[in-house]
């Protein structure tokens, strides 16, 4: 069965150092997300990412997060100068074109640790 | 008010219960709704979906919407020792991105034998 793949399961930090998880979402998926899951709390939505551009945003997702899709496999989410508050479960997800949420796939995380 | 409230229980029950979880949410904008199914360490997985008012079954597992009253339940039958996993409810508006899901907090189911 497909699957939405992510890397590393487990990416440890410094404060202030970039970083960049990693995505392979599902093969014929158009549409692409990354939301977070700080430890206790809800499942957020970071960003929403289709034909090459973000689509939509939460006010979480400021100057200091990105994304690309480098190639036609990779979706990534950068970084780009981590705070400890940065410090939960990233989880990549991917749906193909015509989905409502019901063909949302999830990976199954990278856990970011700012220290 | 929060858009979507969950009980975070932790809820513990024996094998072969009826479990019941439930949602609460204020945006009338809501208008498809999901269960999704988290072990630990694992992302969400989806359980149920549905967009009306009324139940929807799937085996063991009963989903119910009452969008009068901006509440949602999940049922499980003859529970088993492997549901044992935090359950998410969770929420898209119409006219939103599609992927755009707003989560409850999570419930804490415990099935034991």
């Known amino acids: 069965e497909p699957e939405v793949t992510q890397t590393p399961s487990h990416q440890v930090t410094q404060m202030g150092q970039e970083v960049i998880l990693r995505c392979v979402p599902i093969s014929n998926h158009l549409y692409f997300y990354w939301y977070r899951q700080i430890l206790g709390q809800k499942v957020e939505f970071l960003v929403s990412?289709?034909?090459?551009?973000?689509?939509?945003k939460s006010e979480i997702f400021d100057d200091q997060f990105s994304v690309e899709r480098p190639d036609g496999s990779n979706f990534t989410l950068k970084i780009r100068s981590t705070k400890l508050e940065d410090s939960a479960m990233y989880f990549c997800?991917?749906?193909?074109?015509?989905?409502?949420?019901?063909?949302?796939?999830f990976g199954s995380g990278t856990q970011l640790s700012v220290l | 008010q929060k858009e979507v409230e969950q009980d975070p229980g932790p809820l513990s029950v024996p094998e072969g219960a009826i479990v019941s979880l439930n949602c609460t949410y204020s945006?009338?904008?809501?208008?498809?709704f999901m269960w999704y199914r988290q072990y630990s360490r694992k992302g969400p997985e989806l359980l149920m979906y549905?967009?009306?008012?009324g139940n929807k079954e799937d085996g063991r597992f009963t989903a119910q919407v009452d969008k009068s009253s901006k509440y949602i339940s999940l049922f499980i039958r003859d529970s088993q020792p492997s549901d044992s996993a935090t359950y998410l409810c969770a929420m898209l508006a119409g006219g939103t991105s599609y992927g755009k899901l707003t989560f409850g907090q999570g419930t804490i189911l415990t099935v034991h034998p």
């Open positions: 997800a991917s749906m193909i074109q015509g989905g409502r949420g019901e063909k949302l796939f």
């Open positions: 549905t967009y009306s008012s």
């Open positions: 990412f289709y034909n090459n551009e973000i689509s939509e």
């Open positions: 945006n009338s904008a809501f208008q498809y």
